[in-house]
């Protein structure tokens, strides 16, 4: 049976926050980041998005581009409540809720007795009326359509995409929107001269491993509109990590702890969210040769601390000789859990086994809320129970 794939994403979220929270600031170009010397772009609204202003972009440069923006600095802790209020809408329609960022996320609704359209639109209502901001959402039968959708019309977009409209609705797409296909494979791409998803689908399976290795084998899959990716909640996350292609080559260790830095921030974000703790972290990065190299650290204690994360990071890259350039630098925990403590070892095993239910089961329980529908709430019970039994 054909998946209900649900993708939501809220429009500009930082900005939109700031002119919610300041109305006087509506309609207006507005333009959150470091305001510092060497501050980027975290988001600006739609507004000042028509000055060309980005995500990324060096603040001085966004000053240049539109000098009467109103220009704010971020109230992270702000946009995390706000994230969590919108997480718990999500969370009281199933528990199969993928989260990808602070404001983006997957749902499964395959098994609700519901179309999916209405349950995506319940969602948007239900966002702009607890938070006052906009989501869009899309939905198809799989993970990259239903991204796809939910960007097709943003801000406060709705789009389906269903399984006739493949291929030709993507045929004019830019060769960027395929999910897998970076900046840099972008421009190989383009001197090929090869520039829409309608070229892509030109191209032979083998055409495809040639230029991209074996992710090729997905592209070319993921074109026809095939994407078996599940999606994954927390629960069955083993790892949560973070990468970047560099725009050129470097030997630069400040510029390779600058990106761990803004990884370990993205991880602890995430690892907050998620109510879980990790004790390995690895960093990862190719070389110039396209050859990858990983380092890891397993620690015995538990962290989630964006600092903490950083300093294992830090201590692994400030060790590493760097004959070569590095393409890629990455940084990811694994060893996940739902307790701090798990050296309980003077412990039965039976007893950290419940412990960690009882942990496990709070914070479902603390995402759902208490507007629990009765049968998803009876379902719960009878988990925990099992758990404890
Ligand atoms: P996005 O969803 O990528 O962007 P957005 O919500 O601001 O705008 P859009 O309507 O296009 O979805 O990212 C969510 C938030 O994450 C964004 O508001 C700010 C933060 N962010 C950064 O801090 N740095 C970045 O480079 C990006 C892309 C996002
Ligand atoms: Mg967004």
Not at 263 to 270: L, N
Request: proline residues 3%; charged residues 30%; hydrophobic residues 40%.
């Amino acid at each position: 049976m054909k998946r209900k794939i649900i993708h939501v994403d809220m429009d500009a979220f930082f900005a939109s926050v700031e002119q919610h929270d300041n109305p006087e600031y509506k309609g207006k170009p507005v333009i959150v980041g470091g305001l510092s010397g060497r501050g980027v772009v975290s988001t600006c609204s739609y507004e000042a998005r028509k000055y060309g202003i980005h995500s990324a972009m060096p603040m001085y440069m966004a000053r240049k581009l539109c000098p009467h923006g109103i220009f704010l600095s971020v109230r992270r802790k702000r946009y995390e409540e706000v994230s969590a209020q919108i997480f718990d809408i999500l969370y009281s329609i199933t528990p199969l809720v993928e989260p990808v960022s602070i404001d983006e996320a997957y749902l499964d609704v395959t098994d609700i007795d519901k179309n999916p359209e209405i349950i995506a639109l319940e969602i948007k209502k239900k966002v702009k009326e607890t938070t006052g901001l906009t989501i869009s959402a899309g939905v198809s039968y799989n993970k990259f359509l239903a991204k796809l959708a939910s960007d097709w019309n943003k801000p406060d977009g709705f789009m389906v995409i269903t399984e006739d409209m493949i291929p030709d609705i993507l045929k004019p797409l830019p060769v960027s929107k395929v999910y897998g296909i970076g900046q840099k494979s972008e421009e190989r791409l383009k001197s090929m001269g090869i520039n829409t998803i309608g070229d892509l689908l030109k191209l032979s399976q083998e055409n495809l491993v040639e230029i991209f290795g074996k992710v090729g084998v997905e592209i070319y899959l993921r074109i026809r509109g095939i994407d078996e990716r599940p999606v994954e909640t927390m629960r069955e996350i083993k790892s949560i990590g973070k990468e970047k292609t560099l725009e050129k080559d470097t030997k630069d260790k400040k510029l390779l702890l600058h990106y761990a830095k803004l990884f370990s921030d993205i991880i602890s974000e995430e690892l907050f969210r998620a109510g879980l703790y990790a004790r390995t972290v690895t960093v990862k990065m190719k070389t110039s040769d396209f050859a990858i190299h990983t380092k890891s650290k397993t620690l015995n204690k538990y962290i989630r601390l964006s600092e903490d994360i950083y300093n294992v990071a830090y201590e692994i890259i400030e060790n590493i000789k760097l004959d070569q350039y590095i393409r890629l630098i990455g940084l990811s925990v694994s060893n996940l859990s739902a307790v701090k403590y798990e050296q309980l070892s003077f412990l039965d095993k039976s007893v950290v086994k419940s412990i960690k239910a009882e942990n496990i089961a709070r914070e479902i329980n603390k995402k759902i809320g208490q507007e629990i529908v009765k049968k998803a709430s009876e379902l719960l019970n009878n988990k925990t129970k099992q758990w404890r039994d």
